[in-house]
């Protein structure tokens, strides 16, 4: 299985917009609305952001959305916070019963 | 909320076989869960090994699934992954999860982690 494609890095200001693309295939992110996004700041576990395409996890700021056309899934962090800093994955599941991931996205707060 | 505590040998030698445990601290691996390793290479991405169910079904990523086995003992709420014929490209933090899921269409599919452990590092080195 191949990773998904994700940009290496964006970045914005504090309370600017930012957006991650995911791009997958058919066999995975297009396949199944079963995409889900990490947070992950250094030295740390990731975190679970978003699953199910677009629902947050009790205790997640409402600031992070999330969407999908095809075969590539969107995050979108509103309201840039300091906070907000940090490695961003994506992943899939696949027709294989496995996951996959992105190759992360490193968000910088400008 | 449940905890899941990684551990096992930090430094392994290469052409062996790395050992982990992941220790949940309730009973909850006996509910019903997936329970799955990832690993992160230095520097580098977050990279799925494969998963288990209390029941003991399995699912390995197609790149390691020759390497892998993943077990599960219900009676020490334990997960284990073993890896063999390590080289330096193995050398990863290792992490387990708790691997959820939904219905759709009538099956119940598992395909997001809510819980990790903090992860253990392991260096591939003679």
């Known amino acids: 299985q191949s990773a998904l494609t994700q940009p290496a890095s964006v970045s914005g200001s504090p309370g600017q917009s930012i957006t991650i693309s995911c791009t997958g295939t058919?066999?995975?992110?297009?396949?199944?609305?079963?995409v889900s996004w990490y947070l992950q700041h250094p030295g740390k576990a990731p975190k679970l952001m978003i699953y199910?395409?677009?629902k947050r996890p009790s205790g997640v700021s409402d600031r992070f959305s999330g969407s999908k056309s095809g075969n590539t899934a969107s995050l979108t962090v509103s309201g840039l916070q300091s906070e907000d800093e940090g490695d961003y994955y994506c992943?899939?599941?696949?027709?294989?019963?496995?996951?996959?991931f992105g190759g992360g996205t490193k968000l910088t707060v400008l | 909320q449940v905890q899941l505590q990684e551990s096992g040998p930090g430094l392994v030698k290469p052409s062996e076989t790395l050992s982990l445990t992941c220790s949940v601290s309730?009973?909850?691996?006996?509910?019903?869960?997936?329970w799955g390793w990832i690993r992160q290479p230095p520097g580098k991405g977050l990279e799925w090994i494969g998963s288990?169910?209390?029941?003991?079904?399995?699912d390995y990523n197609p790149s390691l699934k020759s390497r892998v086995t993943i077990s599960v003992d219900t009676s020490q709420n334990e997960i284990s992954l073993n890896l063999t014929s390590v080289t330096a490209a193995d050398t990863a933090v290792y992490f387990c999860?708790?691997?959820?899921?939904?219905?759709?269409?009538?099956?119940?599919?598992?395909?997001?982690?809510?819980?990790w452990g903090k992860g253990t590092t392991v260096t591939v080195s003679s």
């Open positions: 999860a708790r691997r959820r899921g939904g219905w759709y269409q009538g099956v119940y599919y598992y395909y997001y982690l809510d819980v």
């Open positions: 309730d009973n909850s691996i006996n509910i019903g869960h997936y």
């Open positions: 288990i169910y209390h029941g003991g079904s399995t």
């Open positions: 058919s066999s995975d992110v297009g396949g199944y609305n079963f």
């Open positions: 199910d395409v677009t």
């Open positions: 992943s899939s599941y696949t027709s294989s019963s496995t996951l996959v």
